[in-house]
């Protein structure tokens, strides 16, 4: 039965959806029906499709009391939309429908697993929330809250774990048919966790082991964890509040974390090896990943970040989009990511130009545009070496986005400062970057509103959203000295129709 509440979120978005033009709108990034969109929810794969749910408030761009709305697709490129799923209806759901996962059931059913948050007056007096995880179960369109929801509620916790701060289970089935869960919790030192459960049969949860702790190390509280094997070694991604920044590595507030060690379930658990940011760029939170019926790791993300939703265009209609789904690899000990392969199903017309010269700042025929995937490889020439070499993207006579990368210092930096956004927030990142034979290679995506980069074949990643008038179409090149490069560029065509 669709509730008061969820029929309420249907109307106004089948209301008012239709009136944003699709030209306000990426082309292949994901955006909400209407008003605020934050994390990605219960990424995965349901009868052959890809679904796509999201936090979601459709009444206003702010973040409000939490739905999660609800796309599917065929390649992960091009998003359909479907009504809201879930709403706030509920007495232990009443104060959000908070983050979560969806798995396929064996009955050929849908799973989404939720944290449901209730708001209470402590017995001091302040408001604070009790967060439970909770079950829904549908088709694919309509889903019911499970009659013995929360399935999983204080109790269940481990000694000191915080019912406060316990959030965002990521749910799969693993190899022997068991229904697991990854979910964030704050333990007794005030920093986060990952505990690992199990869905039993009448699908009450049981607590199995810590998987990791921060230990006041990665920031605080864990958000939105996710778990998986991948090319032989075991990765844990976590999207923890209040970091404090290191170096260039991680950046100071809301950061990701994607640490890669081994994994003996019944033995000693998940031994962390080594730890990284997964995106270095402006805007990355909360990812989700899922598994490819062709056995591919891809991720998608919220390309946004918590300290700067604050500033966004006047008068927007949709605030928060995904990022594109990246395909994921774990090659000598780190985790790389390139856009899936999907995407080149709409590239339209090759230009390409090799070996050119660059001195001083320059353009190349047939390479503009906003929404296009470019390729663009630097190397050193004559004895003039480059201290230093710029792209400008989005660029008109007022705006420009900057990509410049430093073979000094071994940096790149994403610049955003001139991309239509008249707010005084964090506008640049630089992060470390390693060139391979003294060559540097960054994959650019450009859709409308957004600019992702891919470092090297996607050893790195850095995603930034931007704001610039759509006719900022130009792209130059600048190099301080004297390098080469090679420019491979397609436009991304898409029949809007839809
Ligand atoms: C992460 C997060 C989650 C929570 C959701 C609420 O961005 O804070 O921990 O479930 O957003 O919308």
């Known amino acids: 039965?669709?509730?008061?509440?969820?029929?309420?979120?249907?109307?106004?978005?089948?209301?008012?959806?239709?009136?944003?033009?699709?030209?306000?709108?990426?082309?292949?990034?994901?955006?909400?029906?209407i008003g605020w969109m934050n994390d990605p929810n219960g990424f995965s794969v349901y009868k052959g499709e890809y679904h796509l749910f999201y936090q979601y408030h459709?009444?206003?761009?702010?973040?409000?009391?939490?739905?999660?709305?609800?796309?599917?697709?065929?390649?992960?490129?091009?998003?359909e939309r479907l009504p809201a799923a879930l709403a706030p209806d509920e007495e232990y759901d009443a104060s959000g429908c908070f983050s979560g996962g969806a798995v396929e059931l064996e009955d050929g059913r849908q799973l989404l697993l939720y944290t449901g948050v209730q708001r209470n007056h402590s017995p001091e007096g302040y408001l604070q929330d009790i967060q439970t995880q909770c079950v829904a179960i549908g088709d694919g369109v309509n889903y019911e809250k499970w009659p013995a929801n929360p399935v999983l509620e204080g109790k269940?916790?481990?000694?000191?774990?915080?019912?406060?701060?316990?959030?965002?289970?990521?749910?799969?089935?693993?190899?022997d048919g068991n229904y697991c869960a990854v979910i964030g919790n704050r333990t007794e030192d005030g920093s986060g966790a990952v505990l690992l459960y199990q869905l039993t049969e009448g699908l009450k949860?049981?607590?199995?082991?810590?998987?990791?702790?921060?230990?006041?190390?990665?920031?605080?509280?864990?958000?939105?964890?996710?778990?998986?094997?991948?090319?032989?070694?075991?990765?844990?991604?976590?999207?923890p509040q209040d970091m404090t920044p290191v170096g260039l590595e991680f950046h100071a507030g809301n950061g990701t974390v994607c640490l890669i060690g081994d994994y003996d379930?019944?033995?000693?658990?998940?031994?962390?090896?080594?730890?990284?940011?997964?995106?270095?760029?402006?805007?990355?939170?909360?990812?989700?990943?899922?598994?490819?019926?062709?056995?591919?790791?891809?991720?998608?993300?919220?390309?946004?970040?918590?300290?700067?939703?604050n500033a966004k265009p006047y008068h927007c209609r949709w605030f928060g989009q995904t990022t594109l789904p990246r395909e994921l690899s774990v090659r000598n000990g780190r985790l790389f990511q390139n856009p899936v392969r999907e995407l080149e199903a709409y590239r339209g017309q090759?230009?390409?130009?090799?070996?050119?010269?660059?001195?001083?700042?320059?353009?190349?025929?047939?390479?503009?545009?906003?929404?296009?995937?470019?390729?663009?490889?630097?190397?050193?020439?004559?004895?003039?070496?480059?201290?230093?070499?710029?792209?400008r993207v989005a660029k008109d006579g007022e705006h420009e986005t900057i990509i410049r990368y430093r073979p000094d210092q071994g940096t790149l930096k994403l610049d955003r400062i001139r991309s239509g956004l008249p707010h005084d927030i964090v506008h640049t990142r630089s992060f470390l970057v390693r060139p391979r034979d003294g060559e540097i290679e960054l994959r650019?995506?450009?859709?409308?509103?957004?600019?992702?980069?891919?470092?090297?074949?996607?050893?790195?990643?850095?995603?930034?959203?931007?704001?610039?008038?759509?006719?900022?179409?130009?792209?130059?090149?600048?190099?301080?000295?004297?390098?080469l490069m090679d420019v491979e560029k397609y436009d991304l065509i898409f029949n809007e129709e839809m």
């Open 1 to 33: 039965m669709t509730s008061e509440l969820l029929q309420k979120a249907r109307d106004f978005e089948a209301q008012y959806g239709p009136h944003i033009p699709n030209s306000e709108r990426p082309a292949f990034h994901a955006t909400p029906t």
């Open 58 to 79: 459709p009444y206003s761009v702010e973040w409000g009391p939490m739905h999660w709305g609800h796309l599917k697709s065929k390649d992960l490129i091009r998003w």
């Open 156 to 175: 269940d916790l481990p000694e000191g774990g915080s019912i406060v701060d316990f959030r965002d289970p990521k749910v799969w089935k693993d190899l």
């Open 205 to 239: 949860g049981k607590f199995v082991r810590i998987l990791d702790r921060s230990y006041n190390q990665y920031g605080k509280m864990w958000e939105c964890p996710d778990f998986f094997h991948l090319d032989g070694r075991q990765v844990l991604l976590t999207s």
């Open 265 to 309: 379930p019944q033995g000693t658990g998940f031994t962390r090896q080594s730890a990284q940011a997964i995106d270095y760029g402006l805007d990355f939170y909360a990812p989700q990943t899922l598994e490819t019926p062709d056995g591919r790791r891809v991720m998608i993300g919220w390309m946004q970040n918590w300290d700067t939703v």
């Open 350 to 391: 090759r230009v390409v130009h090799q070996n050119i010269p660059v001195c001083g700042e320059i353009n190349l025929p047939g390479v503009q545009g906003r929404m296009l995937d470019m390729t663009v490889k630097v190397r050193p020439t004559g004895p003039n070496l480059y201290r230093w070499f710029r792209i």
């Open 444 to 483: 650019v995506i450009l859709d409308r509103f957004s600019v992702e980069v891919f470092v090297n074949d996607g050893e790195q990643a850095a995603s930034a959203v931007i704001y610039t008038p759509q006719e900022a179409a130009a792209i130059t090149f600048e190099a301080g000295g004297s390098a």
